[in-house]
């Protein structure tokens, strides 16, 4: 039985996000912490695959958008976990990327710098799927990258307390990004 609590009111001021979101595909992820439809708070570390790694995308902090939009008739209410972003510019490796992943199954997490741990976007047996919708026009060159469940569930966006997960290498010729390059 869950435990009934009062909330006190907070701010509803953004939370500053980081601007680098992981992209875990679901076909590496070896295990899945414990987490119940109760559990909001993800404790346990998430386990990949031998020697598979998350994709980070460096993203355009500010159009980060977290949402649990409620579906469902009132007998099977439930959420969709959705994230939303910019990834600004077009370039081959990232309209690749886009090509290669529409339409197939991640959990994504990205780091609120709240304290409260990272959000994780997409759950055991309820993944998000890529849909990138890109524009390249006098008014800017992005793409809105969306992920969504397919199916809602009692599940919302959870806040990940696990180990980091490792990253791939950035793919940049230049050297200008990853920790070699002054990036992240």
Not at 53 to 60: G, L, P, Y
Not at 68 to 73: M, Q
Not at 94 to 110: C, D, N, R, S, W
Not at 154 to 159: A, C, D, L, Q, T
């Amino acid at each position: 039985m869950a435990v009934k609590v009062s909330l006190r009111k907070k701010s509803g001021a953004p939370q500053p996000k980081s601007g680098v979101i992981q992209l875990v595909h679901y076909d590496d992820i070896q295990s899945f912490p414990a987490r119940t439809d109760d559990d909001i708070l993800v404790t346990g570390d998430l386990v990949l695959k031998t020697g598979a790694k998350a994709i980070a995308m460096e993203v355009t902090a500010s159009t980060i958008d977290i949402s649990n939009p409620p579906e469902g008739d009132p007998d099977g209410e439930g959420v969709k976990q959705t994230i939303v972003y910019e990834y600004p510019g077009v370039d081959i490796d990232a309209e690749l990327f886009f090509q290669k992943y529409t339409g197939k199954p991640f959990l994504v997490i990205a780091n609120d710098c709240s304290g409260n741990g990272s959000r994780v976007v997409g759950w055991s047996c309820n993944p998000v799927y890529l849909s990138p919708a890109s524009q390249d026009n006098g008014t800017g060159a992005k793409t809105v990258v969306t992920f969504a469940q397919r199916l809602h569930s009692r599940k919302r966006v959870g806040f990940y307390k696990g180990a980091a997960l490792p990253n791939e290498e950035w793919n940049d010729a230049s050297g200008s990004a990853g920790s070699a390059g002054g990036g992240v």
